[in-house]
């Protein structure tokens, strides 16, 4: 009667492999469900990502800090957001000091480390580690012995904790040039774990360092969002 007419409508709008249960579907659209679900769990994230960059700097002064992102403001030379250059987020490069020689830049640069630079967050790391292996910052001659010769006479290390409490961790090498001047290779590498993007810092960092020590403007590398 109407009760089964009503009942066979139903069954009937139900697909099949549904009805029939897992079953009834053949092997390939098994496959084509277990690949379904795979894709489907994968395209979930499993963490908030990083906010996509504008690469558009409030242009604020930064007032002594060296920090970007806080408080949803990006001062000046935060800008070149880098996503993971060195499976983490890095920046590298280069600035040209040719009124100086090495032996003066190194000092310089030594100083400013040891000091806290110009927001107290500087800091310079030992020429020992934990083990007891020793690595001075003056390499001496060794540089030179290479074919063609390397510039680097001086290499060094150390960190900078931006406001929020990230410590990243900083590279140094200061070379020699022809002229007489010197040269500093500068990369900063963000010091947490899975840091798929910085916000700017590595490179708001080393052109705080340079600023505060009235360098040329550095000369991007590698990383710093440059792709």
């Not at 990502?49 to 806080?70: V, Y």
């Not at 010769?149 to 150390?158: D, E, K, M, V």
């Not at 590279?171 to 840091?195: D, E, L």
Request: aromatic content about 8%; overall charge positive.
């Amino acid at each position: 009667g109407a009760n089964e007419s009503l009942a066979a409508r139903r069954r009937a709008r139900v697909p099949s492999y549904r009805r029939a249960g897992p079953l009834a579907l053949d092997a390939a659209g098994q496959q084509r469900l277990g690949q379904r679900l795979v894709q489907d769990d994968d395209a979930r994230p499993s963490r908030k990502p990083t906010p996509r960059p504008t690469h558009r700097p409030t242009l604020e002064p930064t007032f002594g800090t060296a920090t970007c992102g806080q408080h949803g403001k990006q001062p000046i030379d935060c800008d070149k957001w880098d996503q993971g250059s060195c499976g983490n987020a890095c920046c590298v490069v280069d600035v040209a000091i040719p009124w100086k020689d090495v032996n003066a830049t190194y000092r310089e640069l030594v100083a400013y480390l040891t000091s806290g630079g110009g927001d107290g967050r500087f800091s310079k790391r030992g020429d020992s580690d934990d083990a007891g292996h020793v690595s001075p910052d003056d390499q001496g001659s060794y540089p030179y012995q290479f074919a063609p010769a390397l510039p680097w006479r001086y290499t060094t290390s150390g960190f900078h904790v931006t406001s929020g409490g990230f410590s990243d961790d900083l590279r140094f090498s200061v070379g020699v040039t022809s002229s007489g001047g010197s040269k500093v290779r500068m990369a900063s590498i963000s010091g947490i774990n899975g840091a798929l993007g910085d916000l700017g810092q590595n490179y708001k960092t080393l052109r705080f360092l340079g600023d505060g020590l009235h360098w040329n403007a550095p000369v991007v590398r590698y990383g710093c969002g440059k792709r």
